[in-house]
């Protein structure tokens, strides 16, 4: 099996608008592109389309279908609210968007280790003060 994966975020306009107003047309173009499976999650943050299709070259040629990239651009926000991966999405089980992790080590210092003799109490080998210097009697 071979997915193909487009999940479109809420910009500018709803995600679910978009979806309603390109569903049938991609839907059409994956089903005679040669789709043998597809579905739709909707979510607070927009709307996922997963097809199947038996053979990777179709899958591709879907991907470069002219209906396909018209409604790409057409998507609320075309540049950063749009992924289109060849894997089916959602592998975790969470049901919201993955946020980035941190870089590691990115714009961070490293903290120093701690003294491992740091609560070692030693015992004192040098003589009182109060007992230094002190005249002895005569």
């Known amino acids: 099996m071979n997915?193909?994966?487009i999940e479109v975020f809420d910009g500018a306009t709803s995600a679910a608008g978009w979806e309603l107003s390109w569903h049938d047309r991609i839907v059409e173009a994956a089903v005679t592109g040669g789709a043998v499976f597809w579905d739709e999650h909707a979510?607070?943050?927009g709307v996922v389309l997963e097809f199947t299709f038996d053979d990777e070259r179709r899958r591709d040629a879907f991907r470069q279908a002219p209906v396909l990239l018209a409604a790409l651009d057409a998507t609320?926000?075309?540049?950063t609210g749009v992924l289109v991966y060849p894997h089916r999405g959602g592998g975790d089980g969470i049901r919201q968007p993955r946020r980035p992790h941190p870089v590691r080590g990115g714009g961070t210092a490293e903290l120093?280790?701690?003294?491992p003799d740091a609560g070692r109490v030693l015992a004192c080998s040098a003589e009182p003060a109060a007992t230094r210097?002190?005249?002895e009697p005569a």
């Open 3 to 5: 997915w193909l994966t």
């Open 43 to 45: 979510h607070s943050w």
């Open 76 to 79: 609320p926000d075309p540049v």
């Open 112 to 115: 120093p280790l701690p003294d």
């Open 133 to 135: 210097g002190a005249a």
